[in-house]
């Protein structure tokens, strides 16, 4: 499958600890998103990288989330001190082509905060 | 910001009946204004997405029409079959180099056989 892929697809935690994300997009794909999305709701934009630069961060990524992209392929993202709030399916997507044109996303992870 | 409104947030039709669901958005400036697909415990995929050249755009049974003046686009589909049951996203591109999408709520639609 050369989509974008994303694991674990499933993380149960107990509030307070410490998770991380892992979005490995198209292959050439140099744009990249992370979304959240809370049932019955449409993805939130959190965060976009272009190649290894993070650009642009939503006012909901509160401190306590980082997200990286070393190599400017996979990217991470982190949330520490996890609070039940924080249960949501995180979804990741990219693109290639410059402007606007389609997000391709991952099946994402989903986050249980105990 | 950019702030996209979606209704209905859910939708039944009889099977081979039409469905419309509408959105609108606040920034004018907005240019690209894509519409998603998402299956039970799947990825939201593209079904079909205009530009804010255009006014209408086709493909097969699904249509996408863009008001700009009102802030406006719909979705509609024809002819609905049972495997069209899922939830539809419209999402509009603020005017920035950086490609996000901004998504409404959400429509969940449901094709009863």
């Known amino acids: 499958d050369t989509g974008v892929s994303q694991d674990p697809r499933h993380k149960i935690t107990k509030r307070g600890q410490n998770v991380t994300f892992r979005c490995d997009p198209i292959?050439?794909?140099?744009?990249l998103y992370w979304y959240r999305q809370t049932l019955g709701q449409g993805p939130e934009f959190l965060t976009y990288f272009q190649n290894e630069a993070q650009l642009e961060k939503s006012r909901l990524l509160s401190d306590r989330f980082s997200a990286e992209r070393p190599k400017g392929s996979f990217s991470t993202l982190e949330i520490q001190r996890t609070e039940q709030g924080d249960s949501a399916m995180y979804l990741c997507?990219?693109?290639?082509?410059?402007?606007?044109?389609?997000?391709?996303f991952g099946e994402g992870s989903r986050l249980t905060v105990l | 910001g950019e702030n996209v409104e979606q209704h209905p947030s859910t939708l039944s039709v009889q099977e081979g009946d039409s469905a419309v669901i509408k959105c609108t958005y606040s920034?004018?400036?907005?240019?690209?204004f894509p519409w998603y697909k998402q299956e039970l415990g799947k990825r939201p995929q593209l079904i079909i997405d205009?530009?804010?050249?255009?006014g209408e755009k086709k493909d097969q049974r699904i249509a996408v029409t863009l008001n700009k003046t009102a802030k406006h686009f719909s979705l509609h589909i024809t002819e609905t079959q049972p495997e069209d049951s899922a939830v539809y996203f419209c999402a509009a591109s603020p005017p920035s180099n950086t490609g996000k999408l901004i998504f409404g709520q959400g429509t969940t639609l449901q094709v009863k056989p």
């Open positions: 205009i530009r804010s050249n255009v």
């Open positions: 292959s050439e794909h140099n744009r």
């Open positions: 997507a990219s693109t290639r082509r410059e402007g606007t044109g389609e997000l391709f």
């Open positions: 920034d004018s400036a907005s240019n690209y």
